[in-house]
């Protein structure tokens, strides 16, 4: 019986293996570019909520000192000299039977040297200052309160702790990267500079209310301008509304 002719196998020229190489390279690259991408998306994205979290909790800070501020009868509750905002606060520890007494808070914007050995918790490096909180342990006596009150505004003035006699109960820490920020104080109809005088007139007609040396407009506006470039930017306006308005004011 005659065998059928063997067929020769025919193996991959050197031309298709030259292709096959390029066209797998080309999928590899492809497939890094897509996973780099969506690794550099997950990286942006977790760094904006992170960006998002920390603002909250200084908004958050902001609008829970305010809504504390009470009025000692020694110092103005709220006072703002264009750089730094000072205000005598309820511990937060106090309780309805138990106070370890006030605090003083100031909040400011620092740059440089003033910002040496202060925890930093805002991300952004864009930002040419950073928006501090500085609060005082808890004060019982008026002598503390006034040096605590003195403090308070050479802190705002850029001096460190050590030029500032602190007894190491104080504490700061800076909060957000901003470019600027501003205040506006609501009194009488209209907002207006904090250090004017315009809607601090006595009232008229012998209506007694809440005298006008004390300091306790009806509301505050904050302005803060962030630090541009990666992460949360532009203005952030927000509103405070003091909870115990009387009538007519």
Sequence with gaps: M????????????????????????????????SLDGMTRTQTLTQQRADDLLRMQAAMGQWATDLDALIDTGEVNPLDFNGQVLRMTRRDSAETGLDSRGIRVVAW????????????????????????????????????????AWQRAAEWGRGALPSQTGN??????????????????????????????STGNEEP???????PASSGMPNGVRLELVLGTGEGLHGNLV????????????
């Design 167 to 196: 007894p190491g109960t104080d504490s700061a820490i800076a909060l957000l990267g901003i470019d600027n920020w501003r205040l506006f104080y609501h009194r009488g109809e209209t907002w207006g500079n904090p250090q004017s």
């Design 238 to 249: 927000r509103d405070w509304v003091r909870p115990t308005l009387e009538a007519g004011r």
């Design 204 to 210: 008229v007609g012998g209506v007694e209310t809440t």
């Design 108 to 147: 400011a914007r620092l740059t440089g040297v003033a910002l040496a050995g202060l925890p930093i918790i805002s991300s952004s490096s864009s930002a040419s200052g950073q928006w501090v909180r500085w609060q005082s342990g808890p004060l019982l006596r008026r002598d503390e309160l006034a040096r």
């Design 2 to 33: 005659d065998r059928p002719p063997l067929r020769r196998s025919r193996g991959f020229t050197l031309i298709e293996l030259l292709v096959a190489i390029v066209v797998m390279s080309m999928l590899a690259l492809l497939s890094w570019r």
